[in-house]
């Protein structure tokens, strides 16, 4: 399935409107204000504290969500919850134009799901745009005679896009700057708990993730942002040629970097599966530039491509209702 997924993703990059932005022979010189982050993501963490990179329980924290590729699922969970086969009528699927569609909510499907928000994808000549706002799902929890409703909700912009699609190393980018509002419940007590998840950020892949298969080549991932959350803050992410090669280690990254900071602490992660593919997923890691050891569990590739550690619960979320739809 996630092979599917990653696969319709790819062919919706190749789908995008082809030609050149006119040339007007003018050097156009950026504006410093439109160089600046701008969107909910950016807003939400401007409202966090700063997350702490003291010791290795933290490094491993913001290890397993910070590096590129697990950022790129950050790209796929919206996505996932509109994916599949649904009853046609609820949420409601519009084509505005030939190049923009749209999805809105408001409504509950066949399956007792309640659709809330809605989502917008629109081609252009530098990429598919997807616009979120409050797009996701509401669902009732029942727990102990108790009933609770757990929510999902993304809010922000994804923008996809690729240079050389036909060929055989083709450069994906994608640029996020999304919120995600998560309420979950005990399974117990049904007492609600909410977070609140954000992201800027701006990657690209060498190589492509679609094929999701363990015969799959290698992927070169760089990116830089910010990540966060309401309960552990945020910090300042960068991944540096990262290389995933499941031929190579299909546990672990292969070689590369990913740069952790956040106030005067900087932590600095190093892939070693080329020389060192162990099971139990382990990296070097260096704390303010002193080496540190290892750290285990830092798995970014199950099979060449992201898995969805910390980003999971919206996205296992998602592949979850998808599958109560096909089996109807």
Do not use: H
Request: hydrophobic content about 35%.
């Amino acid at each position: 399935m996630r092979s599917r997924l990653f696969s319709l993703l790819a062919m919706s990059w190749l789908c995008v409107a082809c030609g050149d932005p006119e040339e007007t022979g003018e050097e156009q010189k950026p504006n410093p204000e439109d160089t600046q982050p701008k969107g909910p993501g950016t807003d939400a963490m401007n409202g966090f504290q700063k997350g702490s990179l003291a010791n290795a329980e933290d490094a491993a924290y913001w290890a397993r969500m910070g590096s590129a590729p697990n950022i790129y699922v950050v790209t796929l969970g919206p996505s996932l919850l509109n994916a599949g086969d649904a009853d046609g009528t609820c949420p409601v699927k519009t084509t505005v134009d030939e190049l923009t569609k749209r999805v809105v909510g408001n409504c509950t499907d066949k399956d007792g799901v309640e659709w809330v928000g809605s989502a917008e994808e629109k081609s252009s000549f530098t990429g598919l745009t997807t616009t979120y706002s409050g797009f996701g799902t509401v669902q009732n929890r029942v727990c102990e005679g108790k009933t609770a409703k757990e929510r999902t909700a993304f809010t922000g912009t994804v923008v996809m896009g690729i240079t050389g699609p036909t060929s055989a190393t083709p450069t994906q980018t994608f640029t996020v700057n999304l919120v995600l509002e998560k309420v979950a419940a005990d399974s117990e007590t049904c007492t609600e708990t909410g977070l609140t998840t954000a992201v800027e950020y701006k990657g690209s892949v060498v190589g492509s993730p679609s094929s999701g298969t363990s015969e799959s080549g290698p992927t070169t991932w760089n990116g830089a942002g910010r990540i966060g959350t309401s309960k552990a803050g945020f910090i300042s992410v960068e991944t540096k040629d990262e290389v995933m090669n499941s031929k190579v280690c299909s546990g672990e990254a292969a070689s590369g970097k990913t740069l952790l900071s956040s106030d005067k602490n900087a932590v600095e992660i190093t892939y070693d599966g080329a020389t060192d593919c162990a099971d139990s997923s382990t990296v070097q890691w260096s704390l303010n530039g002193a080496a540190q050891g290892k750290l285990e569990g830092i798995m970014c590739s199950a099979a060449n491509g992201p898995t969805a550690a910390f980003w999971g619960a919206a996205l296992f979320g998602a592949l979850g209702l998808m599958r109560r739809r096909a089996r109807n």
